[in-house]
């Protein structure tokens, strides 16, 4: 994971309670926070108006069954330290109980 961490690619992983577990540099930037200040926050912090949980709950059961890679496209909002609001398409990887997702602005 020290490798994902140290990424300019904003890349964020939550566990199955919507912590965020992984922070890379590049998300940390885009945020305007410190990793250590993202790891460990739930997601709700940062993206706005999505119940990410609920979206991606089915894949989450699917792929604990098939142990398989599972991939959403999801359009939404960050919300960054000073408030200002930034569009996204975050690129949600689940497998196991581990969900990725993959931040591009829109």
Known sequence: T???????EP????DETDKVTLCSEGMAALLGYPRNEVIGQKLGK???GVD?????EPQLRASRRTATI???????????REGAEIPVRVT????????LGIVKRR
């Open 11 to 14: 890349i964020l992983a939550i």
């Open 92 to 99: 949600v990887s689940v497998a196991g109980a581990v969900g």
């Open 52 to 56: 990410y949980l609920a979206l991606v």
């Open 2 to 8: 020290e490798a994902l961490s140290s990424l300019q």
């Open 70 to 80: 599972l991939h959403r496209n999801i359009e939404c909002t960050l919300r960054n």
């Open 46 to 48: 940062f993206i706005l």
